[in-house]
């Protein structure tokens, strides 16, 4: 397996492209195909006769939707989407999340999950509500026992939002962790919670996404986007950024030891040459390598990911 980006640099430009590696237990859905095959759609409501609906908006993402319906004995709206065939004890997840601020509703993805039904369901929350603090929302852990959810940790947004973020979580045994971020910032998190169970704990069970209102006449409206999900988290082949001093370039890019990278360059995206096949991913997560540079030139640089050593 490798990986490859490309890179152009000049004195006052640069243009990045990135792919990223997954691990071979893992499943991602960036629903660009206009379904949800191996996802199932659950609706805890259903057999009380609450209809919700899962949609394809713009043919390349999902969403989630249900009616308030006013009914206090059945409890909030709320509906989700599983994949059940894989089962994971611990696990990275990440997702991204669309959706209307002015709706109380509680979204995010699911962890460890067993026995999805009215009534039934545990596992684990990484939570997302923009209205249950100012400015920007809250972010939450919850635990959830036969559908009942307490929060296990909780952060406020101390920033306004868009209403398009990334939700993350992770859980490895008995530590659970999430983060939210804007898609500007995908590297930055403007909020972030965790805790450890030391009690009786969650050990294994599938994942997905979810909503739930906070009040039965409450609606639940959201749409999800660019889902993975794997055992640990992919590690970022990304651009921190680059320097010149003199005649010289020195680019640092984000890394993991063990991994040998090359690098090469190019004028016009054509001819390549090789600047170096043995750099090897320092301690930490960032690596940095020197070329040379000549002002007002620009170049175009592509990196490979050669694997653990």
């Known amino acids: 397996m490798f990986i490859m980006k490309l890179l152009q640099l000049s004195l006052f430009h640069f243009l990045l492209f990135v792919l990223s590696p997954i691990t071979s237990n893992s499943q991602t859905d960036d629903f660009d195909d206009g379904n949800d095959n191996g996802w199932t759609k659950v609706n805890t409501l259903a057999g009380q006769g609450i209809s919700a609906s899962w949609g394809f908006p713009n043919g390349n993402s999902y969403s989630i939707a249900m009616e308030g319906h006013g009914i206090d004995p059945l409890g909030p709206p709320r509906a989700g989407s599983f994949i059940q065939d894989v089962t994971y004890e611990n696990f990275y997840m990440a997702v991204d999340i669309n959706f209307d601020p002015s709706i109380d509703q509680n979204m995010g993805i699911l962890a460890r999950v067993k026995e999805p039904g009215l009534g039934t369901l545990d596992g684990y929350g990484a939570v997302y509500n923009p209205r249950d603090a100012d400015p920007g929302g809250r972010l939450y852990i919850l635990r959830i026992d036969d559908e009942v959810g307490n929060v296990m940790a909780e952060a406020d947004i101390e920033e306004a939002v868009s209403e398009n973020l990334r939700i993350v979580f992770r859980g490895k045994g008995r530590e659970l962790k999430t983060e939210l971020y804007t898609q500007e910032d995908l590297l930055n998190p403007i909020a972030a919670t965790e805790v450890f169970e030391a009690g009786e704990f969650f050990e294994t069970g599938f994942l997905g996404v979810f909503s739930v ?44 030891p063990g991994i040998i990278y090359s690098i090469e360059e190019s004028a016009d995206l054509k001819l390549w040459e090789e600047i170096d096949d043995s750099i090897e991913g320092e301690l930490g997560d960032r690596t940095s390598f020197t070329v040379d540079y000549l002002k007002g030139e620009s170049k175009f640089f592509r990196f490979k990911s050669f694997g653990e050593e």
């Open 213 to 256: 209102s906070d009040d039965v006449s409450v609606p639940i409206d959201v749409t999800f986007d660019n889902y993975i999900a794997a055992e640990e988290e992919p590690y970022r082949f990304e651009l921190i950024g680059a320097t010149i001093e003199g005649n010289e370039m020195t680019i640092e890019f984000y890394s993991k």
